[in-house]
């Protein structure tokens, strides 16, 4: 007997639930629009190809093998990710006024520019906790690393990342005082 695949309903509807943070995810990766969907959708051809009834956190699942297959991709290429990653999460709420919007977009950029400079192991720490929003224990799965692992790179991203816009901003500061 075959071993049960994904069925149809549960891959649609993982499809439109998770598909943007699939792209995200491999997007982080390669910085690539186009790789990042082909990643995609290699990842939920390897989803319907599966025996679901062994796969606990299908979430977790596609994110692990985007990842892999982003990996792989950005090896093979050798290249580092480097691109605005920014357009891929919607960090902003309300109805903001044209003044917030530029300075938010700006925050946004610096945001991402200092992100990149993060070790990647880091920089998908802190994407997985916070942008992502998985759990550790998720995150855990997705890099195949355990909870405290997770956790020390996340912080250790966090408190690289402060240092990093803190430096960025004495220089603002600076540049605008010679103005």
């Not at 990842?67 to 919607?90: F, M, Q, V």
């Amino acid at each position: 007997m075959e071993a049960p695949s994904c069925p149809n309903s549960a891959l649609e509807a993982h499809y439109r639930e998770w598909h943007h943070s699939i792209v995200a995810k491999a997007y982080f990766i390669v910085g690539n629009t186009d790789d990042a969907k082909d990643i995609a959708q290699e990842a939920y051809l390897r989803l319907a190809g599966q025996n679901y009834t062994t796969i606990k956190n299908p979430r977790a699942w596609l994110l692990t093998v985007a990842r892999n297959l982003a990996l792989k991709r950005l090896t093979k290429k050798r290249r580092l990710a480097d691109g605005d990653i920014s357009e891929r999460y919607d960090l902003d709420s309300d109805t903001p006024s044209p003044a917030e919007l530029a300075q938010r977009k700006e925050f946004k950029q610096e945001a991402v520019q200092a992100l990149l400079q993060l070790p990647l192991a880091q920089r998908e720490a802190v994407e997985l906790i916070y942008l992502q929003q998985l759990s550790p224990k998720d995150a855990a799965l997705v890099m195949n690393k355990n909870a405290n692992a997770v956790y020390q790179l996340t912080h250790s991203g966090l408190a690289k990342l402060k240092i990093i816009l803190e430096q960025k901003n004495k220089q603002s500061v600076a540049v605008g005082s010679i103005n």
